[in-house]
């Protein structure tokens, strides 16, 4: 590899653009300020610059001279990310920017998620770009380069879903950013499909021999990634507060107001809340989630020794589940799974299918819960789709199911995922892994577009993405930069074909 920079300038070079990011509010579904932005900053480097009806950005990043035939290939990340804040933290997810705080090894978030997901991948990907259009690394030498920043992938990918193939079908290879360990190469990801189970609610008046009313809220879990963490039993709270009600029900006389926890369906919940209308005193259920909290510590050991119950006087509501509406919607969380179900056979420290209860609500007369299930093995997830329509049916909710997303699975042989392990290798002095991951990626989209596509993806190392503890290794971010840049560069050695 030719001049680069310094480590210290590219940490400073890709942060200054992570910072624009940053400042720009970008939910999913919420990515139209972020893509417009995106466009014309791309423009700035003299890029020809598409913006698609999904707010998807394609730009043409031309070869260096002499490079004109070599393999097309594709750079890509996603715009959007999860938003959550620690509790009690104020935060409009649509708009409110991201307060950065950054450290001597880390860069992290002023009380909410940080977007690293996918904001480094982005940032890396228009700082590598804007250098090989006449900046530090032009004497690089490199292929043409399409830059693709896809939205809403933290949802539905949409975004990925609703780009035209013809982006897709005349790339050799993809090097998508969205992976969270520096050291891994990931050659295959889960599928997925996202549910939600709804219930219209009859209210009724709570009796008049209830006197009082308590909001109990559940908080402190690890939370985390509902396909990276699964494996690490890990509580999940929306599960907990169906259980506390459940033991209460059986010797405790009270009704529910209200119930809801959880902040997205790919998200492991770390609080849930339910609202109650009782005779019992509140000493009564301090020291009953007390002893509630103590049991559930000793099931899930040191990672959630961190859980706690707060027991908060309410002013009386004015109504109440019906008994029939709160037994359906106990006996559906009871009966939903939320974790693993199986473990890979070809790998066995894999998680080959699992899935999360990410979210509860009440909302207009309406009781939701949300559920992301995924699996490695595409056939698997519409099997899973039928099984939760005949639970919703038995349990009396309806349901939805969106389109599923397929697994992306595993080549055989993958030029790009050798040439990526031989660069980093010899960047690092060590061996990246290669493997497959449990997480969904939009690869799996740009795979069935163009099956021909080889395809890989990496990332800096990001810490408890989708949660408020979220984190980037800054160590991470050069030696990933001088990486891609590397692979880019032994692909323009390949002329018109990389066989």
């Not at 009600?245 to 959880?262: K, N, P, Q, Y």
């Not at 595409?378 to 789709?385: G, H, K, R, T, Y």
Request: aromatic letters at 6%.
């Amino acid at each position: 590899m030719k001049k680069i920079l310094p480590d210290n300038e590219i940490l400073e070079g890709v942060l200054s653009e992570f910072e624009n990011l940053a400042a720009i509010p970008r939910p999913s579904k919420h990515e139209e300020r972020v893509s417009k932005f995106l466009q014309k900053h791309l423009e700035e480097f003299g890029f020809s610059v598409t913006r698609d009806e999904s707010n998807n950005i394609i730009a043409e990043v031309p070869a260096s001279p002499g490079h004109e035939n070599s393999p097309l290939t594709i750079l890509q990340a996603h715009m959007d990310m999860v938003c959550v804040a620690r509790k009690g933290y104020d935060y409009d997810p649509p708009n409110d920017p991201i307060k950065l705080v950054r450290t001597e090894n880390f860069l992290q978030a002023e009380g909410t998620s940080l977007g690293a997901d996918d904001g480094m991948g982005i940032a890396e990907i228009i700082f590598i770009a804007k250098n090989f259009s006449g900046g530090s690394f032009k004497e690089i030498p490199h292929g043409k380069l399409r830059i693709i920043f896809t939205t809403d992938e933290e949802v539905g990918m949409s975004g990925a879903k609703n780009l035209s193939e013809k982006y897709l079908e005349d790339a050799q290879f993809l090097i998508n950013c969205d992976s969270e360990v520096f050291d891994e190469i990931t050659v295959g990801s889960a599928g997925n499909v996202r549910t939600d189970f709804f219930r219209k609610i009859n209210y009724v008046a709570p009796n008049a021999k209830f006197k009082n009313s308590f909001a109990i809220k559940i908080s402190g879990l690890c939370g985390g990634h509902s396909g990276i963490d699964i494996a690490k039993n890990r509580a999940n709270a929306i599960k907990l507060a169906n259980k506390f009600l459940i033991s209460r029900r059986m010797t405790t006389e009270f009704r529910l107001a209200d119930i809801s926890g959880g902040s997205a369906s790919n998200v492991i919940p770390d609080h849930a809340e339910f609202k109650i209308v009782t005779n019992a005193e509140k000493s009564f259920w301090e020291e009953t989630g007390e002893s509630f909290s103590e049991r559930i510590k000793k099931i899930y050991g040191d990672p959630e020794k961190n859980l706690k119950i707060e027991v908060v006087e309410i002013p009386m509501p004015e109504k109440v589940f019906s008994d029939e509406d709160f037994s359906a919607v106990m006996n559906l969380l009871s009966t939903l799974h939320s974790g693993v179900y199986t473990m890979s056979r070809e790998d066995p420290e894999l998680v080959e299918t699992s899935a999360n209860i990410g979210v509860i609500e009440t909302d207009g007369g309406e009781i939701k819960i949300h559920v992301l299930a995924r699996s490695n093995i595409s056939e698997i997830i519409p099997e899973f789709v039928e099984s939760q329509k005949n639970l919703a049916k038995l349990c009396g909710f309806e349901i939805n199911s969106a389109e599923p997303s397929p697994a992306w699975n595993r080549k055989s042989e993958s030029r790009l995922a050798k040439m990526t392990a031989e660069s980093f290798e010899e960047i690092n002095g060590y061996p990246a892994k290669i493997l497959t991951c449990h997480a969904g990626l939009e690869c799996s989209s740009h795979a069935v577009k163009n099956p021909n596509l080889d395809i890989i993806s990496i990332g800096t190392t990001n810490e408890s993405i989708h949660s408020p503890d979220e984190r980037l290794h800054l160590k991470t971010v050069a030696p990933h930069v001088r990486l891609i840049v590397d692979v880019l560069e032994k692909i323009s050695a390949l002329g018109e074909n990389p066989q």
